[in-house]
């Protein structure tokens, strides 16, 4: 006889099955069952969040860091819509969560009762996929289902809807492999015959350069380890995404550096000029590519990658191949070896690369007088480079000079909102990586604007003593914003200006943390140090340079080979091509 | 070319691939796409194409296997043959879908659409009307002193052509129900 009990314990316990330790969650009127089971159990723990959105960060932060599935539970209406924007980011950024919502019983769907909304409506084009659960019979099967959909083939974020007399109602529970799952098998096992051109290729090409992305570290801590050795064995450049960093250690001999808008001057001339691209766990973005009719003219182009709708998007590639990138490289470098493979001459290729870097394009201008955004990074990358650490950005210029003067030799150490550019992303992700290392250092590289988005998240920092570290590069302004009209709109500065920002420190000490404020270079390091000593959440107001520039960068609507170095002249940069897009 | 000078929708790839819309060719697809019938699967594949930007001509949906509660999709769609080669795999990717057929490149197959087609009028007009209707093959499914409904079955273009015989001779309303497709021969899909 199969074990029947209500509602909401059946979601308590298919969570424990599923392996769940950690929930991010916000209580309300439709979720109040579950919430009572909750209360009676110690082997799940929840953290409650300010605000849903902070909630869906959280879960974020903890499954890059780990891998795992990020868990919400949070309330019908106001709750489920708060959410949208995590999970939308989620799903842009390509990361597993399941998110349980409340919903009102199932015999008032439909009347406007209080805190309805169509919630499965609203999230149908921002999940992976959704559902709402109308017989408690169901709810167990559909769980197991919506974790094995989050965590299977391209990850994203599932949303599970239980009206609240589901949760009250008597139902059999249906152990995670009785679950229904067989009908969504992704393919993972690439094609034999493409990964054995790919080796034809790899052995010819003179001028390589390996393009990875989030996919490499989606696929799992062994896929990084692959990609290095196909690194070794094959001698090529690699470059990376901004989701990809860490996949190869920023300290490998060769690694280029980030590509794209704002990556390396070499890692973007090297991708215009190969001969052979091969791309692997990445999207060809248009963070990425620039002008698509003029991106890397030259190459033969391998694409390995998970989703099938990623192939032949954006750019046409010769090679396809659709399987996890683990189990590719891992044949890819079997047949490799069993072939005895050598790659063809690259030293002038290398030496071409030389000169590139020569050019050394994250130059900037010292000041004694102020503290230079990009300085302040260095600063905090030398100080903390070696220890066991966590970073987390908001969105905007810092979270570009982060990606460029910080070094990751390991994945899942690196947590950005890239797809869908999340400002206020930064700090619920921090409290999110804190929770699942907690003895680790969790910085959270921020700009005040963004900051400000979700602060009341520190109050969750503080309740739960995480010591997240809220290092901000306060130029109090939207300082990206402030770049695009500098360059686009004639220096008309529309909104880009906070008149009223608060005093950190004593914003800090408002939330039951330390503050900590710096504006003169000479005594950035003994304040990062302080930061770093203090057990316990800090606010760090770091006051930067106001009016500096992220460079380099290929402005919009141009080619890799296009790129605006630090001291180029930007008038007239953008054309009106360009000016249409974002 | 001046990029703000482009029609909305010109751009048919990456916001960074501006050119005009004449330069690839749009094709005409009928595609076959097999779901689990669970609630919001049509909105699903609806929000896809809009969402995404993509056309529907022509849409069908029934449940066609009530033990299994797979239902079949025929969609008609225009497109480049990278956004058709897009629609379909981002069709394929959908948690409920089983399968998706391009029956325009896969296989030969017929294209069947059904029209209830009103048409009031007196005299030879009425009369001309009948005769044209057995020219095509309708049959009549409602008559009064002073009105027809026709029922047509045949490809769109039959009904087109129909129907726009019909305009002068006293039409009133159409109802179409978009195209069912099926692969000729005896293999099934």
């Keep these: ?582 | 070319m001046n990029a703000l000078a482009l029609k909305k929708g010109a751009s048919k790839k990456s916001a960074y691939h501006l050119r005009a819309p004449v330069e690839e060719k749009e094709e005409r697809h009928c595609l076959t796409v097999l779901v689990d019938n669970e609630p919001g699967v049509l909105a699903r594949v609806i929000g896809l194409f809009s969402g995404r930007g993509y056309n529907i001509e022509s849409l069908t949906v029934a449940e066609t296997d009530h033990l299994g509660h797979r239902s079949r999709i025929t969609v008609v769609t225009t497109g480049t043959p990278m956004v058709i080669e897009q629609i379909k795999a981002q069709l394929g990717r959908l948690v409920p879908v089983h399968d998706v057929h391009d029956l325009t490149v896969e296989s030969a197959h017929v294209e069947r659409e059904l029209a209830l087609v009103k048409v009031a009028s007196q005299g030879n007009e009425r009369v001309e009307a009948l005769r044209l209707k057995d020219a095509f093959r309708a049959r009549v499914v409602d008559s009064t002193l002073a009105s027809f409904v026709f029922e047509l079955t045949g490809s769109p273009e039959k009904i087109d052509a129909f129907i726009e015989l019909m305009r002068p001779l006293g039409l009133v309303e159409v109802a179409r129900t978009g195209v069912a497709a099926i692969t000729r021969g005896a293999e099934g899909m």
């Design chain 1, 1 to 582: 006889m199969a074990k029947q009990m209500t509602g909401a314990e059946i979601v308590v316990r298919a969570l424990k099955d599923q392996g769940v330790d950690v929930v991010f969650g916000y209580p309300g009127g439709a979720v109040l069952p579950i919430y009572d089971e909750i209360f009676k159990q110690n082997d799940i723990r929840h953290i409650l969040v300010r605000h849903e959105q902070g909630a869906t960060h959280m879960a974020e932060g903890y499954a890059r860091s780990t891998g795992k599935p990020g868990v919400v539970l949070v309330t019908s209406g106001p709750g489920a819509t708060n959410a949208v924007t995590g999970m939308t980011d989620a799903l842009m950024d390509s990361i597993p969560m399941v998110v349980l919502t409340g919903q009102v019983p199932t015999f008032m769907i439909g009347n406007d009762a209080f805190q309805e909304a169509d919630t499965v409506g609203i999230t149908r084009p921002c999940t992976k996929h959704n559902w709402l659960v109308k017989d408690t019979d169901r709810l167990a099967d559909t769980i197991h289902k919506a974790f094995h959909v989050a965590t299977h083939g391209r990850p994203g974020p599932v949303l599970i809807d239980i009206p609240k007399d589901v949760q009250f109602a008597r139902g059999t529970y249906t152990e995670p492999k009785d679950a229904r799952t067989e009908t969504y098998q992704p393919r993972t096992e690439g094609d034999a015959d493409a990964i054995e051109a790919v080796v034809d290729l790899l052995e010819e090409a003179e001028r390589p350069i390996l393009y990875t992305g989030g996919g490499v570290i989606n696929s799992g801590p062994q896929a990084s380890r692959l990609l290095r050795e196909l690194v070794a064995e094959t001698g090529a450049p690699v470059t990376s995404t901004l989701m990809g960093l860490g996949a190869y250690p920023a300290s490998g001999a060769n690694w280029l550096g980030m590509l794209g808008m704002h990556g390396t001057y070499e890692a973007n001339m090297a991708m215009h000029d190969c001969d052979l691209m091969v791309c692997i766990g990445a999207r060809f973005d248009d963070r990425i590519t620039g002008r698509t009719d003029a991106f890397s003219p030259m190459s033969r182009k391998v694409h390995i990658d998970i989703d099938p709708s990623s192939i032949n998007k954006n750019i046409h590639v010769d090679i396809p191949i659709v399987g996890d990138v683990g189990r590719v490289l891992e044949v890819l470098l079997e047949r490799w070896r069993a072939r005895g493979s050598k790659t063809g001459d690259q030293s002038a290729w290398w030496s071409q690369i030389a000169a590139w870097k020569a050019v050394d394009c994250l130059r900037y201008q010292p000041s004694q007088k102020t503290i230079k955004p990009q300085h302040a990074i260095e600063r905090l990358e030398a100080l903390t480079r070696g220890m066991d650490r966590y970073v987390t950005t908001e969105v905007g210029q810092h979270q570009m000079w982060a990606a460029q003067f910080m070094g990751f030799d390991e994945p899942n150490r690196w947590m950005t909102s890239g797809g869908l550019g999340t400002m206020g992303y930064g700090l619920p992700a921090s409290i999110g990586v804190q929770i699942a290392h907690p003895e680790s250092l969790v910085v959270n590289v921020a700009g005040e604007a963004s900051w400000l988005m979700v602060m009341q998240e520190m109050c969750t920092a503080v309740q739960y003593r995480l010591p997240v570290k809220q290092f901000i590069l306060n130029n109090e302004r939207l300082g990206m914003v402030r770049q695009w009209q500098e360059l686009l709109h004639g220096e008309r500065y529309s909104h880009s200006y906070s008149e009223a920002l608060p005093d950190f420190v004593k914003l800090a000490e408002a939330f039951g943390c330390k503050g900590i404020h710096c504006n003169d270079p000479a005594d950035l390091d003994e304040a990062i140090r302080e930061m770093l000593a203090y057990d316990g959440p800090v606010i760090f107001d770091c006051l930067v340079e106001k009016h500096e520039n992220c460079f380099p960068m290929i402005p919009s609507g141009k080619a890799h080979n296009e790129m605006l170095l630090g001291e180029a002249s930007t008038e007239g940069a953008i054309d009106a091509g360009g000016a249409v897009l974002v």
